[in-house]
């Protein structure tokens, strides 16, 4: 039990496969709701964006700009740039990799003759890479000796993020 708490790359691995879990499960959504109702998807995509909101600046944002406060810089600046370099990086990647949303026909990014299924595979793909970095520097964060870094809040952050996608693996699934 001592090597998994020493351990932050197992510990992210644990909480990369409970989040995914999660995903899972919501997906299984579809064997239970054959259709569902628009109000209900918009509600349940409301609750997952609140939760990576909530789970995005209590875990990722607010450790920032307290780590930044101990170091003696400028609070917010650390946060505010990592946090457009991360929009930049996800809008680059949007421009260029073929995709599809959601009730939409018209693939985006560079032309492909890949099937409808594959596009979203590569949407979903695109969507989870910062939720798998988060979880990855949360807990790689704790072998860093940063006292802002710690491992109740990493764990919060991959419940926070699992609960987010228990609504979007079954709003992805059940249209």
């Keep these: 039990m001592d090597y998994i708490k020493s351990s932050p790359v197992l510990l992210s691995l644990l ?22 109702n628009r109000k209900v998807l918009d509600g349940m995509l409301g609750f997952a964006a609140g939760v990576m909101i909530a789970a995005s600046f209590w875990s990722l944002l607010n450790p920032a700009i307290e780590m930044a406060e101990n170091m003696g810089i400028i609070s917010w600046i650390p946060a505010v740039i990592g946090f457009l370099l991360g929009g930049l990086f996800l809008r680059f990647v949007d421009m260029f990799m073929p995709h599809l949303h959601m009730f939409s026909d018209e693939a985006e990014g560079i032309k492909t003759s890949l099937k409808r299924s594959v596009l979203l595979v590569l949407a979903i793909t695109l969507h989870n890479i910062p939720e798998g970095l988060a979880v990855g520097v949360a807990f790689g964060a704790l072998n860093t000796g940063n006292t802002s870094a710690n491992l109740a809040g990493a764990i919060a952050l991959a419940i926070g993020i699992g609960l987010q996608n228990f609504p979007e693996g079954a709003a992805v699934s059940i249209p």
């Design 15 to 36: 909480a990369t496969l409970f989040t995914w879990f999660l995903t899972a499960l919501g997906s299984t959504m579809v064997f239970i709701f054959k259709e569902i």
